[in-house]
């Protein structure tokens, strides 16, 4: 009689393991098998990381062997099982890999295929066109789309991390549990001494340094120590935190009366300030974004404020970008004078502090939060609604979405709902940054996501013009690798562009997306179908780069850059100047957040900036390919040292490795 030979692997998290009977049933193209109990007496079979192997002996020839199915019954009390993948050895010696990688929960049973990646087309058998039609109408009943907040991109229908399919949930939900990071970098950083002192004000800029007393790297030392000087302040725009806002200025706009008097003495090339605007040497940051948003009134003992500045900056002979000139708000008048480096050393300070702190604001809910949080988990959960395991794609964008949505619910429970941590230290708390993602709606778009045409959009493409620009460089090294993947991917199951066209599986993805994530918006850019390997190439190098390297370089610097709180001030406790001459050191410390919001910006920084115990170095499913020894040459230090983000297996673009060539 013919015997199979039956591995199963269990996963390493914690409680993969189970007690439950486990049975099995192979189901071929000439027959099926009986149900057959895995057990081997005397030994506890399906622990946790164990591979354990069973011999299935069958009545008749099966011939190919087309699902295997998996069957948990309760032994005494139901304990669930995580199963990795199942390999099965035929009578004729051949090896087939049946992969898994999901929970089986109560009496549960599941259908499992060959590894092997097929498209809808390339399932002729019915019994496999069943099972493919079956998994996503399972899914479409598990993943819900659900509106958090008006005007926001869809999110999954799950009001807590332990209502999410049990299979997105985090191993531990202590691992992303944002109270207990928070109390964990309070400990870590040895703050928690300063929180009795809540609403006091610091003495001092020095004083900031007894909360900034562990270190952990160069890049936030260099901060604290050139934090004031003009070439920090612009190098920041190029490389810091938030790379994105920076555009080349083509004409001067008639809400910042600037003249060429005002910033002579600035210019280095003996040219009108117009002049250097037509050679490209003008550039801007506008926060007209923050224009009107509340401001944070969820603790009425502390007033917060809130500016929406326009910041001028300048490309001097060394090819450095230093700032000439900063209006707070967006209306000219005599309240709102521009301030400029040649004013009072105070003046000029506190301008830079409230540019410094409304930039905050847009990297934490648009930057990260809106254009790589939210909508990721789009691409996530119309990926889980309309793309089965089986389908090229969905094994192509899995590990990218990984822990996307739970990390994302977990947030929404806890760091921006109402009165959550969220509300603690930030101006834009207490519903403010719900005014920011609603507004910033209108500027996401598809080719906003494309990084090249996103950095040829703010003019600041020319690596000649701006020599020093290492996240476009790197980035655009991370794109066009990501690029050339997905090309190759592409092109091993869609031979023509017909192919592509005629895939309803994909093209229900591309809808779910633009419907619900997009919310139907024609302005959004976002296709509705593709038609041809090209572009479904780019769609999924967006999928890919959103997830993993524009994520990693928004993300993974926030301690670096934004731990010295003078140079990120989460809030301000008086209103933007109105007048020249009249600021004083002391009221600058006094207008910085208080001891206590402090504390709670520190430890918030530190929290996001760490990396997950399990999470994979980056590039890791391009090693596989040997992609990396082909295309992308040593040089490149992004490649060499970055992470990934929220469980992604792809390239990252860290600030860390970016920095290790300028600072």
Known sequence: MPSYTVTVATGSQWFAGTDDYIYLSLLGSAGCSE?????????NDFERGAVDSYDVTVDEELGEIQLVKIEKRKYWLHDDWYLKYITLKTPHGDYIEFPCYRWL????????RDGRAKLARDDQIHILKQHRRKELETRQKQYRWMEWNPGFPLSIDAKCHKDLPRDIQFDS??????VLNYSKAMENLFINRFMHMFQSSWNDFADFEKIFVKISNTISERVMNHWQEDLMFGYQFLNGCNPVLIRRCTELPEKLPVTTEMVECSLERQLSLEQEVQQGNIFIVDFELLDGIDANKTDPCTLQFLAAPICLLYKNLANKIVPIAIQLNQIPGDENPIFLPSDAKCDWLLAKIWVRSSDFHVHQTITHLLRTHLVSEVFGIAMYRQLPAVHPIFKLLVAHVRFTIAINTKAREQLICECGLFDKANATGGGGHVQMVQRAMKDLTYASLCFPEAIKA?????????PYYFYRDDGLLVWEAIRMFTAEVVGIYYESDQVVEEDLELQDFLNDVYVY???????????????????L????????????????????????????????????RAPPPTAKGVVTIEQIVDTLPDRGRSCWHLGAVWALSQ???NEPSSGAFLREADWRRRHLPSQGPLVR??????GSCSWACTQKSILSRSL
């Open 35 to 43: 149900k057959h109990l895995l057990d081997k007496p005397f030994y």
């Open 105 to 112: 929960t109560g009496d549960g049973e599941v259908l499992l």
């Open 173 to 178: 939900e202590k691992g992303v549990d944002f």
């Open 458 to 466: 703010r003019g600041m493409e020319s690596k000649e013009d701006i």
């Open 517 to 535: 994530g997009m919310r139907g918006r024609k302005s959004s850019g976002f296709p509705k179908s593709v038609k041809s390997r090209e572009q």
């Open 537 to 572: 190439s780019e769609y999924l190098t967006v999928v890919i780069f959103t997830a993993s390297a524009q994520h990693a370089a928004v993300n993974f610097g926030q301690y670096d850059w934004c731990s010295w709180i003078p140079n990120a001030p989460p809030t301000m």
């Open 611 to 613: 990396f997950q115990e």
């Open 641 to 646: 040292q970055q992470r990934v983000n929220m």
